[in-house]
């Protein structure tokens, strides 16, 4: 099953994901960074534009695009440069190396097969300088759950830039056996009177790590865990409690000496 198709809903994704939370972290991290940062699933750089504000030496990957197409347009706008390169993260191949590779928004889920999973952060330890950190987001199953239910649930109403509203909702399920989650969502452009202008269904599919699982994912492919935080101000992660895991890898000694 694929995971979400951003060609399709990047017309509207800046519509209804407006977070900011988690950009105070990658740019305190980017700017403890030696060299060059590679942000890979950038999407339109809503982690992307704070960065290069603040004068980091950014490259974005992201594999639609569509979603690189809205990217290109803020760069323009604000009068900034990067290198923004479409690729399939599990295909990467760069010819270069990176002090900070980070992956925000909890993307890396989106690879649902083991063996892509496992290729994907293969290409990533190749990108990723010897000293260099590589930091992945990932939801913790726990919380993440709790909100899979198997029914239709509204996720919101948010203003569109022709003036219409975009009412977005989803049907989440979850595979105990995979470890994953698949559904649909649902996005309603409706008239300022609430009358429905179009619609679209549009499916989803993602894992669940655990911790133990992903620990022995990026072990196998010659990472080390440094840090495993629970949210975005550093705290320590509590397996039950805390809503994400944001872990902090760095290449295993034996392969940077």
């Known amino acids: 099953m694929p995971a979400m198709d951003y060609e399709r809903v990047a017309r509207f994704y800046d519509s209804y994901v407006q977070t900011d939370t988690d950009v105070p972290f990658f740019l305190r991290e980017a700017k403890r960074a030696a060299g060059a940062v590679l942000e890979l699933t950038a999407g339109t750089g ?3 534009i704070p960065l290069l504000l603040a004068g980091i030496d950014l490259t974005c990957v992201d594999g639609s695009p569509a979603m ?9 706008t604000e009068e900034l440069s990067a290198e923004v390169i479409q690729a399939d993260l599990c295909e990467l191949s760069l010819d270069r190396q990176f002090d900070l590779i980070f992956i925000p928004f909890h993307s890396f889920a989106e690879i649902t097969e083991t063996a892509g ?5 293969l290409r990533i330890h190749d990108h990723l300088s010897d000293d260099g950190r590589f930091i992945c987001t990932l939801h913790n199953p726990p919380v993440r759950l ?5 029914r239709r649930r509204e996720l919101g109403s948010f203003p569109l830039p022709d003036g219409n509203m975009l009412a977005l909702s989803s049907v989440e ?8 989650v698949s559904g649909s969502q649902f996005y309603d452009v409706r008239r300022w009177d609430g009358s429905l202008l179009a619609g679209m269904t549009v499916d989803l599919h993602f894992c669940l790590h655990s ?8 072990e196998a492919a010659g990472f080390v ?4 935080y629970g949210d975005y101000s550093h705290g320590p992660f509590e397996p039950q409690t805390s809503p994400f895991m944001i872990w902090v890898l760095r290449k295993t000694r034996a392969e940077t000496m």
């Open 46 to 48: 809503r982690v992307s």
């Open 68 to 76: 690189l197409d809205i990217l290109r347009g803020k760069l323009r």
């Open 117 to 121: 999973q496992h290729q994907a952060l």
């Open 146 to 150: 709790q909100s899979v239910t198997g």
């Open 173 to 180: 399920n979850y595979d105990p056996v995979f470890k994953s």
């Open 211 to 218: 911790h133990y699982d992903f620990q022995s994912l990026v």
């Open 225 to 228: 865990p440094v840090h495993l």
